[in-house]
């Protein structure tokens, strides 16, 4: 079974999201941006399989992954079947990664007992309620409420904006200090998520994101911005979020703004996982989240054969 997995190109992007757009769950890594800023630092490559898409990486052990196909129901089941034969051919166990339950239970329904998954809790989305970031309203909120009050009695002249062709470059040069002040070029993980930021606002219209920032008075210096863009119909997934630690509020401020000027017209707003980080994971859990959107590995089940999985 030859399956001709290609390169993502920028060029590839009206038929890639095509196909994303029939995903109905609120995973924030399989969207167009995110795939094509980040597969430099994981290579990904894709292919129409029966009518669906599906994305190939590669596992820890350099082993091949794929991900759920992307399609409707009677298509996805002939491409899951391609899959297994493929797979079989190459000799490798079976392996899909960011599965969702919802994908988990379909694949269950057509093969009972056959498969495993195995969740990342480092790698679940954080989803809240878009309302509740806006208004920060509540008891729960009320640190959050203080941040912005803060911000705004330190910053009465501050000022939000919507990026535009006109201001991204000061975004950039915010960044690039940014960069500086966190030290991330001695950072492996700090330095790949700056040059995936770097890129985003380079290609803010090719990859039809929206983004906002945050000035303050006197010298109307940047000193937020945040990217993002709509996930589904009711769902907006922010991806990228950089302010100054040391000017209070400014982190609560822009999310609160970005959400306020780009999101209102969806239910949820998605922003992504914490990747196992402590301070982050503290930190997202304080916007109490409506829920977490899981993700997770499937391979064959423990007392499954080969002869099963043909």
Known sequence: MDI???????????RISAYLEKKVYRSCDLVFPNIYLWSRKYPTKYAVVEDT???QGIAENGAPSVTFPAGGQEQTRRALQALRQW????????????????????????????????????????????????????????????????????????VYEPIT???????????????????????????????????????????ELKGGLLRIRP?????????????????????????FA????????????????????????????????EGLRKAKLSYRPAFLVEKGVVTPASHSSMAELL
């Open 4 to 14: 001709s997995f290609q390169k993502i190109k920028l060029e590839d992007k009206e």
């Open 53 to 55: 898409l599906i994305f």
């Open 219 to 243: 010298q109307g210096e940047v000193i937020a911005f945040t990217i993002g863009e709509p996930l589904d119909k009711d769902t907006f997934v922010v991806h990228i979020e950089k302010a």
């Open 87 to 158: 797979f079989r051919e190459r000799q490798t166990g079976f392996r899909m990664h960011l599965v969702q339950p919802k994908e988990f239970e379909l694949l269950e329904s057509w093969y009972p007992h056959t498969f495993q998954i195995n969740y990342n809790r480092d790698i679940a989305d954080y989803v809240y309620e878009t309302e509740k970031l806006t208004s920060l309203a509540g008891k729960k909120l009320h640190g959050k409420r203080n941040h912005v009050n803060r911000f705004l009695e330190n910053n009465p002249e501050w």
């Open 165 to 207: 062709p006109q201001n991204v470059e000061e975004c950039f040069q915010m960044a690039l200090k940014w960069r500086e002040e966190m030290q991330c070029e001695i950072d492996v993980e700090k330095r790949d998520e700056m040059c995936v930021t770097l890129n985003a606002l380079r290609l803010m219209e090719e990859l």
């Open 246 to 277: 040391q000017i209070q509020g400014a982190y609560p401020m822009i999310n609160q703004q970005f959400v306020l000027h780009e999101a209102q017209s969806y239910k949820y707003v998605n922003r992504e996982e914490d990747t196992g980080a």
